[in-house]
C-alpha cells in the first residue's frame, strides 16, 4: 500500500509537472508582445526595454522556463493584468466559493444517483426503470445553461420561489446566523442542482449496472436463501458492494463538475473560479488563466489519487502490485 | 476491411451486414439516425423552409419580441430576427462544426494512439503522460485558455474543439491497438517485410475503425454542447452567425417577457444531442457488443 501510494504521488507530480511545462508554451505561443499594452507615443522605448530587462523577458527562453516552473511550484502565479492585484490572492477569494459549489453539487449528485440507480436496479425493466433511462439520456443531452435558464424562468421569475443569483442576499450579515443559513442554502439549490443534474444520470446509469452485477452474484443467492428479506439482501449485502465501482466514478466526475462551474456560475453571478476564469478571458488577463488551469489540473489529479486510495481502502481484495512483480 | 471480415471467424454475413441488421432491429437507434439524417436535411434545405433572413434585422422596433403566431411561428428576438430562421440556419453551424471537429479530434487521436501502442516503450510513455495531463485538465478550461490566446473565428473553435478532443481517442486506439499488435497476420506482415507505417497504416488502424467510429459518433454531442457552451459564454462562434448557443444567450435579457427567444434554441441543441447520442450507443451495439455497458 505504502509503495502504491508512493508511486501514485510521484506520477501525480509528474503531472502536475507537465502541466505547467504546457501552460509555459501555451502563453509563449500566444501571438503579440506581452508588453505590447504599454506601447505609447509618451513612453520611450528605452523604458519599455528598461521593463523587459527587469521583467527578465530579455533572458533565454530555457532560463525563463525554469524561472516560471520556481514560482509556480511556490504559488507565484504573478500579477494580474486586469485588477493588478497578485494573482494568488484572487484565486484565494474564488476558490473557496467554486469549492462550496461543487461540494452541493457532488452530495446532490450522489444522493440522487444513487438513489435512482437502485430502485432502477432492483425493479428491473419496470416502469420505473424504463422512465429514469429515458430521463437520464434527456438529462445527458441538454446544454446545462439552457435548463439554467428555464429553472430561473420557472421558479425565480414566474414563481418566485428561489433568488437567481449570487451567493447571499445583500444585508443578511446582520439577521443571525440561522437566517443567513438558510439563505445561503436558498441560493445554492438551483446553481448545484444544475451543476450536478447531469452528473446524476451517470451516476444513476453505472449505480444501476454495478447493482446489477452484484445482485447476480452466489452470495446474494445465499443471502436470499438463508431466508434474509429482500430489503436487507438490497441495503446490507448489495448495496455495499455495489457502491465500490462507484467510488471511482466520483473522483472521475471532478473535471465535469468543475468544467460545468464556468458556465454555472457565469450564468448564477456566482463568485468562484469560473466565472473569474471568463471574465479574466474577455480582458485577455493571460496569468489568471493559466493559474485556474493549473488549480484545476492540480484538483483533478488531486480527485483522482483520492479516489484510487479510497478504492484501496475500501476493498480489500484491490492489492496494487506492478505487473510480473511478485506480492 | 478484408481483415475485419476474416477475423469474423465463422460469420457468414460479414461484420457490416450483420451489424446493421441489428441495428435496424433497434428502435431507439433507428430514431437517432433519423433525427440525425432529418438534421442535415433541413441545414441544406434552410433557404427553403423559411423565407425570412436569419442575420438582418427586422423593422424596429415594430417587429422586436413578437410572441409566436402565424408568419413568425417561433417568435422574433430583440433585434426583430425570425427565431425560426435562425434555428434552422443555426444546425448548419452546430453540424459543421461538430463534424469538422470530431474529424480533426478522430484522426489526430488515433494517429497518435496507435503510434504509441505500435511503437512502445518511451514513444509509448511520453505520449500517454501527456493525454494524462491534459485530460486532467477540463474540456471547457482548455477550451478558454486557448481562446484568450488567440483571436476568435469559426475555423479557430474548429481546430480548438478538435484539438482538445483527441485524448480519449488516442487512449482508446492504444488500447486497441496493443491488443491487436500480438495477432498472427500482424506477424505474418511483419515477416513479409512491411514496414512499420505501412503496418500502422494498413493493418492496425483498418482494423479498429468500428471502435473509432463509434466513440466518434458519441462525442459528436459533447462537443455540440461544448460549443454552445462557449458561444453561451460569448466566447465562441462570432456575433451575426446564428449559432444556437448564442441565441440562447441573447434570449436572456427578455427571459421572462420574451421565453421563446432562449426556449426553441435550447430545443434545438437538446433534439440534435439526443439524436446523436441514441444514433451512436445504437452503432456501439450493433457493431461493437463488448463496449456495451
Redo the contacts between chains.
Keep these: 500500500m505504502a509503495r502504491f501510494l508512493a508511486r501514485r504521488l510521484v506520477q501525480s507530480l ?2 502536475v509537472f ?2 505547467i511545462t ?1 501552460n509555459f508554451f ?2 509563449h ?3 503579440g508582445d506581452p508588453l505590447a499594452r504599454y506601447y505609447h507615443p509618451d513612453i520611450a522605448p528605452e523604458t519599455i526595454e528598461l521593463m523587459r530587462e527587469k521583467l527578465g523577458l530579455d533572458r533565454p527562453l530555457i532560463e525563463q522556463y525554469v524561472k516560471w516552473i520556481w514560482s509556480f511550484a511556490r504559488g507565484d502565479f504573478g500579477i494580474s493584468l486586469q485588477y493588478n492585484r497578485p494573482v494568488a490572492s484572487l484565486l484565494a477569494e474564488s476558490i473557496p466559493n467554486t469549492l462550496r459549489l461543487t461540494a452541493g453539487a457532488l452530495m446532490l449528485y450522489i444522493i440522487i444517483g444513487v438513489a435512482l440507480g437502485i430502485t432502477s436496479a432492483v425493479k428491473r425493466y419496470s416502469l420505473f426503470d424504463r422512465v429514469s433511462t429515458v430521463a437520464a ?2 438529462v ?7 435548463l439554467a ?2 429553472l ?2 420557472f421558479f425565480s ?2 414563481l418566485g420561489l428561489l433568488p437567481s443569483s449570487h451567493m447571499q442576499s445583500i444585508g443578511i450579515e446582520g439577521a443571525g446566523h440561522f437566517a443567513m443559513f438558510v439563505d445561503r442554502l436558498r441560493h445554492i439549490v438551483l446553481p448545484a442542482f444544475v451543476l450536478g443534474v447531469a452528473s446524476a444520470a451517470a451516476m444513476a ?1 453505472y449505480m444501476r ?1 454495478s447493482m446489477i452485477d452484484v445482485l447476480g452474484e452466489d452470495y446474494i443467492r445465499t443471502a436470499r436463501a438463508k431466508g434474509l428479506p429482500d430489503r436487507k439482501v438490497f441495503l446490507k449485502h448489495a448495496f455495499r458492494n455495489a457502491l465500490l465501482p462507484v467510488v471511482t466514478i466520483i473522483g472521475l466526475s471532478l ?2 463538475l ?3 462551474s ?2 454555472i456560475e ?1 450564468i448564477f453571478s456566482w463568485p468562484g473560479m469560473g466565472r473569474l ?2 471574465d ?3 480582458a ?3 496569468p489568471v ?2 493559474a ?2 493549473f488549480i ?2 492540480v484538483m ?2 488531486l480527485g ?1 489519487l483520492l479516489a484510487d486510495i479510497g478504492y484501496a481502502c475500501l476493498d480489500p481484495r484491490i492489492v496494487y502490485t506492478r505487473v510480473g512483480e511478485s506480492k | 476491411m478484408t481483415a475485419l471480415t476474416d477475423s469474423g471467424g465463422n460469420e457468414p454475413r460479414g461484420l457490416w451486414s450483420a451489424g446493421w441488421s441489428r441495428f435496424r432491429k433497434n428502435r431507439f437507434a433507428v430514431a437517432g439516425a433519423v433525427i440525425v439524417l432529418s438534421l442535415y436535411i433541413v441545414a441544406i434545405l434552410a433557404p427553403l423552409l423559411t423565407p425570412h433572413d436569419p442575420i438582418a434585422h427586422g423593422d424596429l422596433p415594430k417587429t422586436r419580441y413578437l410572441s409566436p403566431r402565424t408568419g413568425h411561428p417561433l417568435g422574433t428576438d430583440k433585434f426583430g430576427r425570425d427565431v425560426l430562421a435562425r434555428v434552422l440556419y443555426g444546425s448548419r453551424i452546430s453540424l459543421t462544426i461538430s463534424f469538422l471537429a470530431v474529424a480533426i479530434s478522430v484522426i489526430a487521436g488515433s494517429l497518435v494512439g496507435a503510434t504509441a501502442g505500435y511503437a512502445g516503450g518511451i514513444v509509448d510513455t511520453v505520449l500517454m ?2 493525454v ?11 477550451l ?7 483571436s476568435r473565428s469559426v475555423p479557430l473553435i474548429i481546430i480548438l474543439l478538435g484539438a482538445t478532443g483527441w485524448m480519449a481517442t488516442a487512449r482508446l486506439v492504444r488500447g486497441q491497438v496493443l491488443a491487436i499488435r500480438e495477432q498472427d497476420f500482424i506477424k505474418a506482415a511483419e515477416a513479409l517485410g512491411a514496414g512499420r507505417r505501412r503496418i500502422m497504416l494498413r493493418h492496425l488502424l483498418p482494423n479498429t475503425l468500428t471502435v473509432i467510429i463509434v466513440a466518434a459518433t458519441l462525442r459528436i ?1 459533447g462537443i455540440i ?1 461544448a460549443e ?2 462557449l458561444s ?4 465562441g462562434v462570432p456575433s451575426p452567425i446564428p449559432s444556437w ?1 448564442q441565441m ?2 441573447g ?2 435579457d427578455a ?2 417577457d420574451a ?1 421563446w427567444v ?2 426553441f ?2 430545443i434545438a ?2 433534439v440534435t ?2 439524436g446523436y ?2 444514433f451512436g450507443d445504437g452503432l456501439r451495439d450493433a457493431f461493437d457488443p463488448k463496449q456495451g ?1
Aim: proline residues 5%.
Design positions: 509528474l503531472l507537465i502541466i504546457i501555451l502563453l505561443l500566444a501571438p439520456l434527456f445527458y443531452s441538454i446544454p446545462s445553461f439552457w435558464l428555464m430561473i424562468l421569475l414566474k446509469r449496472g473535471p465535469f468543475l468544467g460545468g464556468v458556465v457565469k476564469t471568463v479574466a478571458i474577455h485577455r488577463d493571460y488563466v493559466l485556474v488551469n484545476v489540473a483533478v489529479i483522482n | 503522460r501527456i494524462d495531463a491534459l485530460m486532467a485538465i477540463p474540456r471547457l478550461f482548455l478558454l485558455t486557448c481562446i484568450a490566446l488567440f454531442g454542447l454552445a457552451s453561451f459564454l460569448g466566447l448557443g440562447v444567450f434570449g436572456r427571459l421572462l421565453w432562449s426556449t434554441p435550447g441543441i437538446a444531442v439526443i447520442n441514441l455497458a
